[in-house]
């Protein structure tokens, strides 16, 4: 059983930036791929970034060049640099994984809010 802990979420304006973290319990993390979902309010769960054991990372298209996704394995932590902020970033960000080398996602954390005011 894995436990994610997401935090870093806050009020801020557009343009503005911040830095989400999720620390994971448990072994093995760094074999564990690492992923970050959002949630806006109406509209369905949708990826976001991801970095896997390996560290080679994957983004949407909707953040790619403003988000950073990272990891500090001796930390058991994966970070979401997000800079450039705008209103249609502002949702629930939520921090998953699966088994070791799984691409699967089987551990959710319980999300931290992110909202962006114009």
């Known amino acids: 059983q894995v436990q994610l802990v997401e935090s870093g979420g806050g009020l801020v304006q557009a343009g503005d930036s911040l830095r989400l973290s999720c620390v994971a319990s448990?072994?093995?993390?760094?074999?564990?791929?690492m992923a970050w979902f959002r949630q806006a309010p109406g509209k369905e769960r949708e990826f976001v970034a991801r970095?896997?054991?390996?560290?080679?990372?994957n983004y949407a298209d909707s953040v790619r060049g403003r988000f950073t996704i990272s990891r500090d394995n001796a930390k058991n932590t994966v970070y979401l640099q997000m800079n450039s902020l705008t209103s249609e970033d502002t949702a629930v960000y939520y921090c998953?994984?699966?088994?070791?080398?799984?691409?699967?996602?089987?551990?959710w954390g319980q999300g931290t809010q992110v909202t962006v005011s114009s």
């Open positions: 448990g072994r093995s993390f760094g074999t564990r791929n």
């Open positions: 998953t994984t699966g088994g070791s080398y799984s691409v699967g996602y089987d551990y």
């Open positions: 970095i896997m054991w390996s560290t080679s990372t």
